[in-house]
Structure formats: structure tokens, C-alpha cells
């Protein structure tokens, strides 16, 4: 892959993040544009979006790497594309209208890996209880996680559930995957968990 690869771009207000599996829905031939987009191109880029339609996709903004691995065209009212979320990038170009080789929106973002140095195991195992609470109240919340090999990567992804999960305002998560490590995310979390019960009222 290109260092800094310009890839068909969709926006999302479900705030998908790395080494998931997970859907995308839509139709219409815009959606149907992109799909065959992203797949000729061998992935995309996914961005958040709130509910006020605003988007995470000015430069220096985090955006995610999908690969599409299947899709459903006809079998249900909407057009579902099965997809792999695997790292993170930083967006580099403004999302444009459409790029030369793609007919639909695209962006430029360079990959990244987020949160390579670990740290905050004091707050992992409260954090891992609680999310195992929520998922057995609600298991429709949970995700099918790609298989990954390193122990340590187990954090990151706690976090990145809970930033999924929670609904919180898109400025303050992408300001929390800024951060060095996964250290101030685990400590802003706690912090949550101990002042309210807002975890237990999800978005979805």
C-alpha cells in the first residue's frame, strides 16, 4: 500500500474502530459507487461523524482502514457490506469531492500505529468488568474482534470499545486518541465510571 494512500471515504455516526469486524448499510447508487470503489481499491478509509453531520476529516484528524470481505446485495431492503476494520491513519489531504481515480468521496491519510508504548493496567481490570457487564446485559453490543497475536494489544481495544460505546462528543474522542498513550483514555473512562452510571445509557 501507498505510504499515504488516497482511498474511497465513508462517514459513519456508529464510531467503528480498529480490529473489528462490523457492517456497513445504505443504498442508493452513490453507496453502491463507493463499494465497488473500495473494493477495487483494496480498502477505504472510515470516518466518525456526529449527529450534527459533522465529520472527522480535516487534516490531522484519525480515520480507520476498512477492507470489504463480503457484500449482500440483494438479500435484505438494504445493500450490507461485511468489512474488516484494522488500524488507524492520520488524515493528511482534506476529504475531496472525488479523487482522479475514484468516482466518488475520497481522502489521503497516512497509517498509523495508535498507542504503540502501553501503560494504565491499574484501570484495565475495572474497565474489562464493567464492559463485561454491559455486554452481558446487552449482548447485541457485542463485536466480533480480529485475531490478533500480541497480549498487550488487549488495551488498546478495551479502549476502543468503550469509545464506541459511550456518547461522547466526537471532538472529545478524537482528542483522547491523540493523546501518547492509552494512558489518559483509561484514566478519563475510570473517571466516568466512578462519577455516574452514563455507561449503562448507550447510544445504539
Excluded at 22 to 28: F, K, V
Excluded at 119 to 145: C, F, I
Excluded at 179 to 199: G, H, M, V
Aim: glycine share 4%; proline share 6%.
Amino acid at each position: 500500500m501507498n505510504h499515504n494512500p488516497c482511498l474511497p471515504l465513508f462517514t459513519t455516526r456508529e464510531h467503528l474502530m480498529p480490529q473489528r469486524l462490523a457492517q456497513l448499510r445504505g443504498q442508493g447508487l452513490m453507496f453502491t459507487e463507493r463499494l465497488r470503489a473500495a473494493e477495487k481499491a483494496g480498502g477505504m478509509w472510515l470516518a466518525h461523524q456526529d449527529s450534527c453531520g459533522d465529520s472527522a476529516i480535516q487534516q490531522g484528524d484519525l480515520v480507520c482502514f476498512g477492507k470489504i470481505i463480503q457484500i449482500d446485495w440483494l438479500s435484505q431492503s438494504q445493500i450490507v457490506a461485511d468489512c474488516e476494520i484494522h488500524h488507524w491513519a492520520v488524515v493528511v489531504a482534506a476529504a475531496t469531492s472525488s479523487a482522479e481515480q475514484w468516482p466518488c468521496a475520497s481522502l489521503t491519510a497516512k497509517p498509523i500505529e495508535l498507542w504503540p508504548q502501553h501503560s494504565g493496567a491499574q484501570h484495565q481490570q475495572r474497565l474489562q468488568q464493567a464492559l463485561d457487564l454491559v455486554l452481558q446485559q446487552h449482548p447485541e453490543l457485542m463485536v466480533n474482534e480480529l485475531i490478533t497475536s500480541p497480549a498487550a494489544t488487549k488495551l488498546n481495544q478495551l479502549c476502543w470499545r468503550w469509545l464506541e460505546l459511550l456518547p461522547l462528543p466526537l471532538k472529545t474522542k478524537q482528542r483522547l486518541l491523540h493523546s501518547p498513550s492509552a494512558e489518559l483514555c483509561l484514566r478519563y473512562l475510570t473517571f466516568i465510571l466512578r462519577q455516574n452510571d452514563r455507561f449503562t445509557y448507550l447510544p445504539r
